[in-house]
């Protein structure tokens, strides 16, 4: 154990004496090709589960919040989504305040009307 701790802490040295490795630059690159994964709009999803649902589950997937119509409470988990009739939970508002949704996944919303909310600068 004690011969692993110290293999380890030479790694550990070694790695901390990088000031910047060259490729570090394309880290950028890739958050963004993983944000436009996760933008990616799934048209079959839209059928099977309807736009409302498809849509709360792009956005939740990507750091957003949502409210639906005659609920006060904004619903933040994936995992915790509402279930039910599908036509049952339309969005009232969404607040995108340091999410990664990009307009590339905005056909999620369609044509409904929502509140959007967030730092609007920041939609790529």
């Known amino acids: 154990c004690t011969d692993q701790m110290m293999l380890f802490g030479k790694i550990s040295q070694q790695l901390c004496g990088f000031k910047k490795?060259?490729?570090s630059c394309d880290?950028?690159?890739f958050w963004g090709w993983l944000n436009a994964v996760f933008n990616k709009v799934d048209y079959e999803r839209i059928r099977d589960v309807g736009p409302d649902r498809a849509a709360s589950?792009?956005?939740l997937r990507c750091g957003a919040i949502v409210r639906y119509h005659g609920q006060e409470r904004w619903h933040?988990?994936?995992?915790?989504?509402?279930?039910?009739?599908?036509?049952?939970?339309?969005i009232q508002a969404i607040d995108a305040t340091d999410s990664c949704i990009m307009n590339i996944g905005f056909d999620y919303l369609g044509n409904c009307p929502v509140l959007l909310m967030g730092n609007g600068g920041d939609l790529q």
């Open 21 to 23: 490795l060259p490729w």
């Open 27 to 29: 880290c950028r690159h």
């Open 57 to 59: 589950e792009w956005l």
């Open 76 to 90: 933040k988990d994936y995992n915790h989504l509402p279930t039910g009739p599908l036509d049952k939970y339309k």
